[in-house]
């Protein structure tokens, strides 16, 4: 059956405005903002706090690299309580048993951090 001039005008209009509508999904604006969040949102790392005989714990890994804004979290595996101390912050006791604390720095450099119980530990942060 023949359409008359005016259905095929809708239909292409129609059409038109679904493509401007992918267009400007993705390639528009709102593009960016999707990838901006998706960046905010990164996975956190995870660093465990492990028994070491020589210096009752150990951060595992002992540097970790991380985005501004990305959350670290500390897991204490080992079996005495820990922290996570540095210029700027202090988790206070972390308890064995996978006690845990998170962090995120929002400005880059590297950051040192120990153990207030056990010297001997040390960490470091590096936000880039
Ligand atoms: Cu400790």
Redesign the pocket.
């Known amino acids: 059956m023949l359409e008359s001039r005016f259905e095929i005008f809708g239909w292409a209009l129609a059409v038109l405005v679904v493509v401007a509508m992918g267009v400007i999904v993705f390639t528009g604006p709102y593009h960016r903002i999707n990838r901006v969040q998706a960046k905010a949102a990164a996975p956190s790392v995870t660093v465990k706090i492990v028994t070491d005989p020589k210096t009752?714990?150990r951060y595992a890994p002992i540097k970790v690299t991380v985005e501004r804004g990305q959350t670290i979290q500390w897991v204490n595996v080992s079996n005495v309580a820990?922290?996570v101390t540095g210029n700027g912050f202090d988790s206070g006791a972390i308890a064995n048993n996978n006690g845990r604390f998170k962090l995120s720095l929002s400005r880059a450099g590297s950051y040192k951090y120990y153990?207030i119980?056990?010297p001997l530990?040390h960490g470091t942060i590096v936000v880039q």
């Open positions: 009752i714990g820990h922290t153990c119980y056990h530990m």
